[in-house]
């Protein structure tokens, strides 16, 4: 059950503070065979999930990293001397939605949708990081065009864009609300 | 931020305002609060069950601008995109009142353009519920990416307190200074002669003096004033020599070895 290259893995996760991929794990791990670090982490991570520990490995943003499990939020919290669950504001949360399904976007293509100006919403979302400026539009004006960042995926908890909810899931929840509606 | 605004327009006299407001239970009292006009406006077609794909302009307005009319708080930035929806609810209104020469299939329903916006928007809030879905589950999931704050709470409080603390500093300066000009009206004298000496005595023991060391030590202008007379006078008549290695640097005065030799300037 206990192999070397399984704690050397272990190690190198708990130090990542942002997700370690396979492929910067291949790098660091030079000489070992991909297959046997896969079995590895792959094994790795089952302890992890069934060993009942505080700690757990998650697969987000593409690599591993560790994190505490959701029932102890409130003692880490109270650790950290943070009150509140510090999510986005719903404005925050609509820009960011409006971002991430049309990105690239420019703010007054944000703003066109949401039927509001976004440029605050646009600024807070730039300093926590969430979105970043790849680039200006060839437009009148070239605006600045916006994407989301990794630490978009991060705080979502996604791998990949490809993981954000798809337009049948959307679709499901338009009809459920339109179910509760009628 | 100005779409804070948006959050505090009640859709009637908000129920009770509650002071629990900041808890996360005091959201759900302001539940009936738009993030703009496309979201008042999905609001009323819901609450009508009326057809996206089918609105009846001239009602639907009519809803619309009764909401505005009812609304207590006025935030010219929101009012303007409020009544910008108005203004186009009306256009479109007019715009299918006015007879058309060609045959109405042909031509796009003048509505066509709001309800391509109705929709996307729907999708963009839909979408919203379940993005707050994975964060919910996301934020109590605490990862080593997080940076915790390195200092108590006590430590934090002169951040807060800054504005004091400036306006402290400034009048503990203010004070100084004035300090320094009684004693300027006192007049302490400084003469040539004493301090020349002591200049000379100075440099005969260390061999070598920081210029602006030396001047930072002086208390006031006038004895600062005095010294560097002093100085001026012993590179002058050649007792001391000053050097500065490059520009800007501090300057290094000493005594030529000769007058070391023989000791104090007559």
Known sequence: MNSPLKNLIESLIFVSQEPLTAERLRAVLEGVPAADIQAAADELIADYATDGRGIHIVRVGGGWLFSTKPAHDREVRRLLQIERKNRLSSAGLETLAAIAYRQPVTQSEVSAIRGVDSTGALKTLLEKKLIKIVGRKKAPGSPLVYRTSDAFLLYLGLNSLDELPSEEEIAKILEEEKAVDA | ?266
Not at chain 2, 188 to 212: A, N, P, T, W, Y
């Open chain 2, 1 to 266: 931020m100005p779409e804070t605004a948006a959050e505090t327009l009640p859709i009637e006299e908000s129920p009770v305002p509650s002071p629990s407001a900041e808890s996360p239970e005091g959201y759900q009292v302001r539940l009936e609060i738009f993030e703009g006009p496309l979201d008042l406006l999905l609001f009323l077609i819901r609450k009508k069950k009326i057809d996206i794909h089918d609105i009846p302009i001239a009602a639907i307005t009519r809803d619309y601008l009764d909401y505005l009319d009812r609304k207590t708080e006025i935030n010219l930035d929101r009012e303007a995109e409020f009544l910008f929806i108005a203004a186009l609810l009306i256009y479109i209104k007019s715009q299918m009142l006015l007879p058309r020469e060609t045959d109405l299939a042909e031509h796009e329903d003048p509505r066509q353009g709001l309800v391509n916006r109705l929709l996307e928007y729907e999708k963009v809030k839909a979408a919203c519920s379940l993005l707050r879905e994975r964060e919910d589950g996301q934020i109590v999931q605490w990862k080593r990416d997080f940076i915790p704050p390195l200092h108590g709470e006590n430590e934090l409080e002169p951040v807060e307190l800054s504005l004091f603390d400036l306006a402290e500093s400034f009048f503990l300066m203010m004070k100084r200074r004035s300090a320094d000009d009684t004693r300027t009206i006192r007049g302490r004298d400084v003469s040539i002669e004493v301090k020349m000496k002591e200049l000379v005595g100075l440099l005969q023991e260390r061999h070598m003096i920081d210029f602006l060391e030396y001047f930072e030590a002086h208390a006031s202008l006038e004895e600062a004033l005095v010294s560097f007379f002093c100085i001026l006078e012993l590179v002058k008549s050649r007792v001391a020599v000053a050097v500065q290695d490059e520009l800007f640097q501090t300057i290094r005065v000493w005594l030529r070895k000769d007058a070391r030799r023989t000791g104090a300037h007559e």
